[in-house]
């Protein structure tokens, strides 16, 4: 072990001394041998390292911090309201799905965008979505029972998540900018269910 350490620090020449008078005697000289590095940078050159190291940890924190960003879930203002919703509890019991949704048994398959568009958290509801898409600007389309969705962008046909079951609704702005839910879309829900078509290679 002596040896391996007096090889790596380039002191092989200390090894006689060091097992004759032992290495607390030795203290002193080690560390001029160690500092000396660090004189031949000078001390502006010094200087420059210690900032630099600084500014490196600096923004590995403020890297660090960004990625601790809480998501805030989107609220609405629905123009109908029931006295059963999902996210509630029924005799103990949580209800996934409510009136004006559609219900679909996924069996393993994944629910993909069916448009490029936007995935949000909706602030109610158990394990809900909102998904948002400058080509049907008036609609919000929400899904739950999702399990880990990908916020944010996110390209047609990409994987939105999982899940055993999922409940689907369409809801429309309305001139108050409230939503209000209508008939859900079939064409919607298909390209939610279905891998895209793949593209041509030109």
Request: aromatic share 10%; hydrophobic share 40%; charged share 20%.
């Amino acid at each position: 072990m002596t040896s391996t350490l007096a090889t790596a620090f380039g002191f092989n020449s200390a090894l006689p001394l060091i097992g004759h008078f032992g290495w607390r005697s030795l203290g002193p000289w080690a560390r001029g041998q160690f500092s000396q590095p660090f004189l031949r940078l000078g001390r502006r050159s010094l200087g420059r390292l210690v900032l630099g190291l600084g500014l490196g940890m600096l923004l590995l924190g403020l890297g660090g911090c960004g990625r601790l960003t809480p998501t805030v879930p989107r609220q609405i203002v629905l123009k109908q309201t029931w006295e059963i919703e999902s996210g509630d509890r029924v005799a103990g019991q949580l209800v996934t799905g409510s009136l004006g949704d559609i219900s679909i048994r996924l069996e393993g398959a994944k629910l993909r965008a069916p448009f490029t568009g936007q995935v949000e958290l909706a602030a109610k509801g158990f394990n809900c979505i909102y998904f948002s898409t400058p080509e049907v600007p008036a609609y919000l389309f929400r899904y739950c029972g999702v399990s880990h969705p990908p916020l944010g962008p996110i390209e047609a046909g990409d994987v939105m998540g999982r899940g055993r079951y999922i409940h689907f609704a369409t809801l429309r702005r309305q001139p108050d900018g409230s939503w209000a839910m209508v008939e859900p879309s079939d064409r919607v829900l298909e390209r939610s269910l279905n891998r895209p078509p793949p593209r041509l290679p030109f």
